[in-house]
Nanobody, 120 residues
Framework: VQLQASGGGLVQPGGSLRLSCAASGITLRYVSVGWFRQAPGKEREGVSCISNGVGSIDYADSVKGRFTISRENAENTVFLQMNSLQPEDTAVYYC??????????????WGKGTQVTVSS
């Protein structure tokens, strides 16, 4: 199983980025997929999760209304659309997957991260 996060970069405050999590060796619609981030000197935190099955979605309070998670089954990819980015969103973003129906019980597979830097 491999998860590959991409789409990070440098963006000005108020800008947007779309992260992609492409999978091989696993079908993403059968697992719950989460986006996590870790800023320098801080613990890793959950950003958003889309569950398997009905596709329930959760967001961290800090990103609600700005970030949107979605899953494209034909591409076996999960996206994270990030709008109105702020400097505090700067972090390495990771995608991960679990066979559980939520992202709260630990993740089974992790991808390498992609750097998001929000700065003027």
């Amino acid at each position: 199983v491999q998860l590959q996060a991409s789409g990070g970069g440098l963006v000005q405050p108020g800008g947007s980025l779309r992260l992609s999590c492409a999978a091989s060796g696993i079908t993403l619609r059968y697992v719950s997929v989460g986006w996590f981030r870790q800023a320098p000197g801080k613990e890793r935190e959950g950003v958003s999760c889309i569950s398997n099955g009905v596709g329930s979605i959760d967001y961290a309070d800090s990103v609600k209304g700005r970030f949107t998670i979605s899953r494209e089954n034909a591409e076996n990819t999960v996206f994270l659309q990030m709008n109105s980015l702020q400097p505090e969103d700067t972090a390495v973003y990771y995608c991960a997957a679990t066979w559980y129906s939520s992202c709260e019980h630990g993740m089974d597979y992790w991808g390498k991260g992609t750097q998001v830097t929000v700065s003027s």
